[in-house]
């Protein structure tokens, strides 16, 4: 008997680890470049709060 080599469910884990791997460093690559949205609040204080 000759050597048939891997078989497709092997090949079928080395792809799907390969697109793992590839999506985990393009999301590593998108988060490092990503800033956090800024909201800026401001709060009014009614004068009658105010010490005299």
Do not use: C, K, S
């Not at 469910?9 to 998108?30: D, S």
């Amino acid at each position: 008997m000759g050597q048939e080599g891997m078989g497709w469910a092997a090949w079928l884990g080395i792809v799907v680890a390969g697109i793992l791997v590839v999506g985990a460093v393009g999301l590593g690559i998108y988060g490092g470049h990503v800033q956090p949205p800024v909201r800026h609040y401001e709060q009014a204080v009614p004068n009658d709060r105010l010490p005299n």
